[in-house]
């Protein structure tokens, strides 16, 4: 149980474009869920955290404008990704915990590679 | 803010030693200490986690140990295999403003040697 889909696992896309990475919680239902972002041999940092029904919270120093996270039903959120450049590449990941239980783990999804050309 | 310091950044061992990975954190209202693996890329996996109101907690070759006085977690892996090898990342977790968030360490790569 507890298993995170997100789609798509890479993306290739030219400078100035936008791109939508969703993440689904299959079996469960997740209040909240969690954006990270990954650079090679790094940890994971986290962006933003998406509430359902209402606006993410972003954390310090990342741009709400250009990391658009929408989190419109208990199993889905998605983060857009909007006027990508070069230094946007990375490795993006999804965490969703389930509904009600704060102290429950974080359950991943496969992440996506994101590479802006 | 919320900071988790993790070390060493690498570790290699020889195949049946031990591994200690140490991490600190410094917000004394985190209550619960994740510990995720990863293989190059593939998503963290959830190896083991302890909460704020245990001192130590073992599953099998793994386990994780916790002093909240000093604000420090570890990871000890006992009997380390080759599968064993991979980046491995404490987290805290701490409540504020409503929300919890879960903050990672660096990671540490693990090379066991067969």
Known sequence: GAVVSQHPSWVICKSGTSVKIECRSLDFQATTMFWYRQFPKQSLMLMATSNEGSKATYEQGVEKDKFLINHASLTLSTLTVTSAHPEDSSFYICSARLRGEISSPLHFGNGTRLTVT | ?114
């Open chain 2, 1 to 114: 803010g919320e900071n988790v310091e993790q070390h060493p950044s690498t570790l290699s061992v020889q195949e049946g030693d031990s591994a200690v990975i140490k991490c600190t954190y410094s917000d004394s209202a985190s209550n619960y200490f994740p510990w995720y693996k990863q293989e190059l890329g593939k998503r963290p996996q959830l190896i083991i986690d302890i909460r704020s109101n245990v001192g130590e907690k073992k599953d099998q070759r793994i386990a994780v140990t916790l002093n909240k006085t000093a604000k420090h977690f570890s990871l000890h892996i006992t009997e380390t295999q080759p599968e064993d090898s991979a980046v491995y990342f404490c987290a805290a977790r701490a409540v504020r403003g409503g929300y919890n968030k879960l903050i990672f360490g660096a990671g540490t790569r693990l090379a066991v040697h067969p």
